[in-house]
């Protein structure tokens, strides 16, 4: 089974940028659905973006279409978040989840990677 470990969390201004990235062991990333998550405190858990093992097909939560991009780089087993133009609500813990399939839950979750936007 894969195992999926987030990085590149950290402390941004208003309107900054970060790129999270999302190592995967155990599995070529390719064969996975991988989407990335979000939870601020005393929120739920929410939808972030997700990649389709095509590699092609992506999908944004309207909250950050137009300023976040999920790419995947096979090479290196890793899916990415490319994070622009950052606003104080995106301020959460960002999950990396994988699944065999193209629906449903998601079997895999990694620990998780802070990011903090300061206003």
């Known amino acids: 089974q894969v195992h999926v470990v987030e990085s590149g969390g950290g402390l941004v201004q208003a309107g900054g940028s970060l790129r999270l990235s999302c190592a995967a062991s155990?599995?070529?990333?390719?064969?996975?659905?991988m989407g990335w998550y979000r939870q601020a405190p005393g929120k739920e858990r929410e939808f972030v973006a997700v990649i389709r093992r095509s590699g092609s097909t992506t999908y944004y939560a309207d909250s950050v279409k137009g300023r976040f991009t999920i790419s995947r780089d096979n090479a290196k087993n890793t899916v990415y978040l490319q994070m622009n133009s950052l606003k104080f609500e995106d301020s959460a813990v960002y999950y990396c989840?994988?699944?065999?399939?193209?629906?449903?839950?998601?079997?895999?979750w990694g620990q998780g990677t802070q990011v903090t936007v300061s206003s």
């Open positions: 989840a994988a699944s065999t399939r193209e629906g449903g839950a998601y079997e895999f």
């Open positions: 155990g599995g070529p990333v390719s064969s996975y659905r």
